[in-house]
């Protein structure tokens, strides 16, 4: 196989993908690796198709076999870059970005996919010096755009609002990433309200998506006033439910000497308490789902 036709076939490969014909592509993908099996390029859009497919485990795999046999590929650093974002692993994406970076300081995407990184770290102030210096190399990038937004936005600066956020996803439909990372980011940190306005937000973006409207009913239940006694367990999960617990029945048990009615009543608040904990979210998520 020439040169030129093993380009063609990466080529053809890609706007398959792009047209979400992955089983195609990855047939196709297939009979060339048949013939080159340590063929970097090929086993990278291999690793992508597979990402496309939510493939990750595979991807993964696939990419770093390509990057063992060209550590420097740019599209297979980027993939990695991208999968370990979506593992949670922040400090290795964050690595593969900064060498990314070191290799094309000019890359507005890069300085774009790095803010976005900050903004799933919850580091504003990192997020918008890079976005800003992203711009200087792209006034029109959709990443850094959409993390400078999303950085108004939190920070409630004058002149950002929802609306400037629908606008930005109708510009730049890719920044939906960046706003679905800075959901993670506010739910990893407990801000339930503000996680419920970006998942809004998308859902305003684009109605059809089903998993948007799922997510904003979670969040909306989430926000409730009636889930306001439950913040401790949602905030700190088990390690919440176990501390109560415990301070519970010491204060419980410390108490029945001297004042036993008390401590009756007190044993009988902890207990509905965590009835109130098991029976009542799944209800409300449901009633809300239905509304």
């Known amino acids: 196989m020439s040169d030129a ?16 014909r992955t089983a195609q592509a990855r047939s196709r993908l297939q009979d060339a690796l048949r013939q080159f099996p340590n063929n970097a390029d090929l086993l990278v859009q291999s690793a992508w198709t597979d990402y496309a497919d939510d493939r990750n485990d595979a991807a993964l795999a696939t990419v770093r076999q390509a ?17 370990q974002l979506d593992k949670g692993k922040l400090a290795d994406a964050e690595d593969i970005i900064v060498e990314l970076l070191r290799d094309h300081p000019s890359s507005a995407a890069y300085y774009g996919k790095y803010a976005g990184l900050m903004l799933r770290a919850a580091q504003l102030p990192r997020a918008r010096a890079l976005a800003e210096e992203g711009l200087k190399h792209d006034a029109d990038d959709g990443a850094c755009l959409a993390a400078q937004t999303l950085c108004d936005f939190i920070e409630q600066r004058p002149g950002v609002t929802s609306h400037s956020l629908q606008q930005l996803l109708v510009r730049h439909p890719q920044s939906q990433r960046s706003l679905l990372l800075l959901l993670m980011a506010l ?3 407990g801000d ?13 973006a684009d109605p059809g998506r089903e998993d948007f409207a799922q997510l904003a009913a979670q969040l909306q239940a989430a926000t409730h006033w009636s889930m306001r006694p439950l913040w401790p367990l949602r905030r700190w999960g088990w390690g919440a439910s176990m501390a109560i617990w415990l301070v519970g029945m010491a204060v419980m048990r410390a108490m029945a000497p001297v004042t036993p009615v008390v401590a009756v009543v007190f044993g009988g608040c902890i207990i509905t308490y965590a009835i109130y904990s098991w029976v009542w979210p799944p209800l409300l998520r449901r009633w809300m789902a239905r509304t």
Do not use: K
């Not at 990057?67 to 991208?82: K, S, W």
């Not at 339930?192 to 305003?204: K, M, T």
């Open 5 to 20: 036709s093993l380009q063609a076939i990466l080529a053809e490969v890609r706007g398959l993908r792009e047209r979400r």
């Open 67 to 83: 990057l063992a046999y060209a550590p420097d590929h740019e599209a297979g650093r980027q993939l990695l870059f991208e999968l």
């Open 187 to 189: 739910q990893d940190r």
């Open 192 to 204: 339930d309200q503000g996680a419920f306005q970006i998942a809004r937000e998308l859902v305003r």
